[in-house]
């Protein structure tokens, strides 16, 4: 019987029976998260359920979790989702930066150029006053004096 079957892309494939010795469980198990869709093996021409290296990686993620930390099955679910959202949304942030990043360092050689002939020196002009402005350097008058009643 054949365990591993590999493909000419160089990719491991294990049939269920290699899967269900390896991790201990019943091919029933396997069936069953497959038809959860916590799983999805490929299938050859007869039908035969292959299993890759990452479905043995997501396997042993739900094993962890229903084994070691008791979470139901639909727990396992939403947490798989969220992971893959997680991993989607980590992503989109890792290409955002990198857009950034290139962004800026094309943008700074632009804002070198552009402060460097758009400011102008000169000399600081001094403080014009006009004539109607008083001058808050001069003296206070004395209030006059009201005239006593």
């Known amino acids: 019987m054949a365990t591993r079957r590999s493909t000419t892309a160089g990719k491991a494939y294990y049939m269920i029976s290699a899967v269900a010795q390896k991790y201990s469980i019943h091919p029933q198990t396997l069936r069953l998260y497959e038809r959860e869709?916590?799983?999805?093996?490929?299938?050859?021409?007869?039908?035969?359920?292959?299993?890759?290296?990452?479905?043995?990686?997501?396997?042993?993620?739900?094993?962890?979790?229903?084994?070691?930390?008791?979470?139901?099955?639909?727990?396992?679910?939403?947490?798989?989702?969220?992971?893959?959202?997680?991993?989607?949304?980590?992503?989109?942030?890792?290409?955002?930066?990198?857009?950034?990043?290139?962004?800026?360092?094309?943008?700074?050689?632009?804002?070198?150029?552009?402060?460097?002939?758009?400011?102008?020196?000169?000399?600081p002009a001094g403080i014009v006053r006009s004539a109607s402005t008083a001058d808050p350097a001069a003296p206070a008058e004395p209030p006059s004096e009201r005239p006593r009643t």
Request: glycine fraction near 6%; aromatic fraction near 4%; proline fraction near 1%.
């Open 37 to 123: 869709g916590l799983l999805a093996p490929s299938r050859t021409d007869g039908n035969t359920r292959l299993y890759s290296d990452e479905d043995l990686q997501r396997l042993e993620t739900i094993l962890s979790l229903t084994r070691d930390l008791g979470v139901n099955l639909a727990g396992v679910e939403i947490i798989l989702n969220m992971r893959q959202k997680m991993e989607e949304m980590q992503r989109e942030v890792n290409e955002f930066m990198e857009y950034v990043k290139h962004e800026l360092a094309r943008g700074l050689g632009d804002w070198e150029q552009r402060l460097n002939t758009a400011l102008v020196r000169s000399a």
